[in-house]
């Protein structure tokens, strides 16, 4: 099993910057795919981006591609989310989450664990 922190959101401008960070704790975190989704009120969660187990290979979501970055550190057991370029539409809870898999998945049911949520506003 795997406990999942997230952290780092806030309120920004249009056209700005926010990081965000995924601590992890207890089992291996580099058994685990992980991913970042976000939901909007009144709307389902969406599938954000998500990391290999290693690092190497990194998915997107068309709406984010180009203005957002995963990354994850393993000896730190940590994920990231950096964002740039916000727009009001990325106005959402933006949760982390684990699955223990080889395969990556853009979809949440996938996922096993799950972070709080933290939330992020964009404004005008």
């Known amino acids: 099993q795997v406990q999942l922190v997230d952290s780092g959101g806030g309120l920004v401008q249009a056209g700005g910057s926010l990081s965000l960070s995924c601590a992890a704790s207890?089992?291996?975190?580099?058994?685990?795919?992980m991913g970042w989704f976000r939901q909007a009120p009144e709307k389902e969660r969406e599938f954000v981006a998500a990391i290999s187990r290693s690092g190497g290979s990194t998915y997107y979501a068309d709406s984010v591609k180009g203005r957002f970055t995963i990354s994850r550190d393993n000896s730190k057991k940590k994920v990231y989310l950096e964002m740039n370029s916000l727009k009001l539409e990325d106005t959402a809870v933006y949760y982390c989450a684990a699955d223990y898999s080889i395969t990556v998945y853009t979809t949440s049911q996938q996922y096993d664990y799950w972070g709080q949520g933290t939330q992020v506003t964009v404004s005008s």
């Open positions: 207890g089992r291996t975190f580099s058994n685990y795919i």
